[in-house]
């Protein structure tokens, strides 16, 4: 025997021991080359999203969204190649996603990262009591929250379809989404962005697709060039840049052109039902001017907003003032709803029907007004100048407490471009000593109308005590409280009230200055702290430089937007004040003249009536109202909830549609044996078992039971389906219940695995 020599041994010891792999090798087994080109096609596709809704800047809070991104990516990249169930991988990212928005979301708040993230819950619990009582939120933190959130889940999604299941399509349409309702709602967006991610999801469609292959060429030990992707991204980068020119007629600014009108179409019916959730992301929208009110169930007291916007209508009248549109009778910290006495009729009104006969004008001292209105936009709603009595079509009623109390008039269809009405009010004629004159002998249905908080500020109480001062009658009060409002100077860039602040002691006592909607609102608090009947009335003005010249027309913009007091006077009926020094306080110059409605003016009614039928059907005005509102774009929370509610919707209803067609396909006619083994072949090859096309049914009986031990009697799925395919034998009864026995046990672990729940 031979002896072995030391350098036998060492090179025995050298050959024993492997070399170590390196660092660049396990990141290569990790992450190739192909997939870091990938990865960074994708995030670039994504930092454009991102961008455009940084550079939109919709609210001042709102933090820079770039490492919620990179951090969203970094998670779904390193999930979806970790070798654990989807589930586990998806509760992982969640539970840190929570943290990463939570610290986010919060951080342009002051204080300690403790005091902050408990800011952060405090105003979202307001926010969601908000949202599930129908109550009204100015607070832009919740929105912040969301838009963090989906900017963080939309990056997770991305990285993980691409890297986990090579699904380009899932990774592209919720930042496509995002991204236009991002270029298509706010003026002044380029679409740049939108070219950039057209031209990353080109690329990334490609891409993905070729890389699913290899990785089933690899499976297969099939051989495939070294360079294939290169030159499979060679081509397509220049299809990519020739589509790119399509890519023009997509919506810019506030959004133009035939896809944008099929965009609007096809997510009307989505919109809809969300737009009432604009009462709590209600100061998101206010700075980029056009409709100021909405005249729908709530009217919240926002922050900055913009008189812009086009013209509303032309209105044929003997005089200026007020146009009233929609009154408002219960007030939050953050607004003013329609309160729940407020009903509307269910029933078309019939046109002229008379709501108050002449006599009740006499004693109320006051004198009628016509208008003609001629509608330069879609409108849900008419406005009168003072208190309706009639309009010329048929139409629905809303009133208050009391159903002399009318405080809206709906038509029955909206109104389109170019409708014309004629409305029939009156406007009160009672001169000051007889306004000074009126008891304080409210009628019962009026304490609707003294309806304050019950956690009101009492400073507002005690300021206006001080502001009446010795005045001994309800006019003198309103009088001194609108002469004080009147020294507040008009802004309208200011910020809307903190949270858990009150907007009127906002107004009052912290910034001094606001527009209409603060004034009239503050007015109409203080007369209600002193116990006198006050509502919130919006709707336009107008002004002598409206007026077309040579004519009785008067041109009527959104920049005509305003809202002012009315006070309730028994005998007198609601009277207007304005408290806005922007524009003149109302003339009283009426000498208590009852002849107004003399001889030759009784025919101002064509069709005389009593007041509103009691009888006449009736429900809850509050839900009907928003139904009246104008689709003018809808708002930003319901785009984006309509975004990610059409994203879903839009994914479970195609991969329904793809699941059925491969589930059902080519089975019909076939015996049941062969239905249920063409059925667990399919679910076989989704859940990745794989079985191959040369395997005989034994063999692919054996490789199920390899991967599914804990199911039984796999054997006689196999054996049951060759004797119906190849000997053409029935299953009696008995044999038939095990069978499907058998094939729910393999359907439901099929699923397990292909859900990721094993």
């Not at 690899?218 to 397509?236: A, F, K, Q, W």
């Not at 190849?726 to 695995?753: D, M």
Request: charged share 20%.
């Amino acid at each position: 025997m031979r002896q072995a020599s030391w350098e036998d041994l060492f090179r025995a010891a050298e050959e024993k021991e492997p070399d170590k792999p390196s660092v660049w090798s396990r990141v290569a087994a990790f992450f190739s080359w192909e997939e870091a080109v990938t990865l960074v096609i994708v995030m670039v596709g994504s930092l454009a999203v991102v961008q455009s809704i940084n550079s939109a800047d919709w609210v001042p809070e709102m933090p820079s969204l770039m490492p919620t991104a990179a951090l969203g990516l970094a998670l779904g990249l390193i999930m979806a190649r970790a070798r654990v169930y989807e589930a586990i991988a998806h509760f992982v990212a969640i539970a840190a996603g929570v943290g990463i928005v939570g610290l986010s979301s919060s951080s342009t708040l002051q204080g300690s990262m403790p005091d902050r993230l408990s800011e952060l819950g405090e105003r979202m619990q307001l926010w969601l009591e908000a949202v599930f009582s129908g109550g009204i939120s100015n607070d832009n933190l919740p929105f912040v929250v969301l838009v963090v959130g989906l900017t963080y889940l939309t990056a997770y999604l991305a990285a993980w379809s691409i890297f986990r299941w090579y699904n380009a399509w899932v990774a592209l349409i919720p930042g496509g989404l995002a991204l236009l309702s991002n270029i298509s709602y706010l003026p002044g967006q380029n679409s740049a962005a939108l070219l950039i991610y057209l031209f990353c999801g080109i690329l990334l469609v490609a891409r993905v697709n070729l890389l699913r292959n290899a990785k089933k060429w690899r499976e297969g030990r099939t051989g495939y060039p070294d360079m294939i992707s290169l030159h499979v991204l060679n081509v397509t980068v220049w299809m990519a840049l020739g589509l790119l020119a399509l890519a023009w007629i997509l919506p810019v600014g506030s959004g133009s052109g035939a896809l944008y009108s099929l965009w609007r179409s096809a997510t009307s019916p989505i919109t809809e039902p969300v737009a009432d959730l604009g009462r709590v992301f209600s100061a998101i929208d206010s700075k980029k001017g056009g409709t100021v009110h909405k005249f729908g169930s709530t009217l919240p007291l926002q922050g900055e907003i913009s008189l812009g916007g086009g013209e509303v209508m032309l209105v044929d009248a003997t005089e200026t003032g007020f146009l009233r549109a929609q009154s408002y009778d219960f007030y939050t910290a953050q607004g003013w709803k329609v309160g729940p006495m407020s009903q509307i009729t269910t029933t078309a009104w019939p046109a002229l029907k008379a709501l108050q006969g002449p006599e009740d004008a006499r004693r109320q001292f006051r004198r009628p007004v016509s208008l003609k209105v001629t509608t330069s936009k879609k409108s849900g709603v008419m406005v009168s100048a003072g208190q309706p009595l009639a309009v010329n079509i048929d139409s629905r009623i809303v009133f208050g407490p009391d159903q002399s109390d009318v405080t809206s008039v709906r038509p029955t269809r909206q109104l389109n471009e170019n409708s014309q009405y004629r409305v029939d009010s009156t406007l009160s004629n009672a001169s000051v000593g007889r306004l000074r004159q009126s008891t304080a002998q409210y009628p019962a249905w009026t304490q609707t109308y003294t309806q304050l908080p019950q956690d009101l500020p009492r400073q507002i109480g005690q300021k206006s005590r001080e502001v009446v001062g010795s005045a001994d009658n309800p006019y003198d009060k309103a009088t001194a409280i609108e002469q004080y409002l009147r020294t507040f100077a008009v802004d309208t860039k200011i910020n809307p009230a903190p949270p858990k602040r009150d907007s009127v002691a906002y107004f009052l006592f912290d910034v001094g200055r606001g527009y209409f909607d603060y004034h009239a609102s503050a007015m109409v608090v203080m007369l209600r702290t002193q116990g006198i009947p006050a509502r919130l009335t919006v709707g336009y003005i107008t002004r002598p430089q409206d007026r077309v010249p040579d004519t009785n027309i008067y041109s009527v913009a959104e920049a005509n937007a305003f809202a002012w007091p009315e006070v309730f006077f028994p005998g007198l009926g609601w009277i207007e004040f304005n408290p806005t020094p922007s524009e003149p306080r109302i003339a009283r110059t009426g000498s208590d003249d009852q002849e107004f409605f003399g001889n030759g003016n009784d025919e101002f009614f064509e069709e005389p009536g009593p007041e509103i039928d009691p009888n006449a059907p009736v429900g809850p005005a509050a839900d009907a109202l928003d139904q009246f509102q104008v689709d003018e774009g809808s708002s930003l929370a319901s785009r984006i909830i309509m975004s990610v509610v059409l994203l879903v919707l839009g994914l479970t209803l195609v991969g329904g549609g793809l699941f059925q067609y491969s589930w059902q396909h080519g089975l019909r006619g076939l015996d049941y044996p062969v239905q249920v083994w063409e059925k667990t072949l399919r679910l076989a090859r989704w859940s990745h078992v794989r079985p191959l096309p040369q395997e005989t049914p034994r063999e692919v009986v054996a490789r199920l039971r390899r991967e599914l031990p804990e199911v039984e009697d796999l054997d006689y799925l196999g054996e049951s389906f060759i004797r119906s395919r190849y000997g053409q034998k029935q299953l009696n009864p008995a044999e038939k219940e095990r069978l499907t026995e058998v094939w729910h046990k393999a359907r439901n672990n099929l699923l397990q695995r292909l859900l990721r729940w094993k």
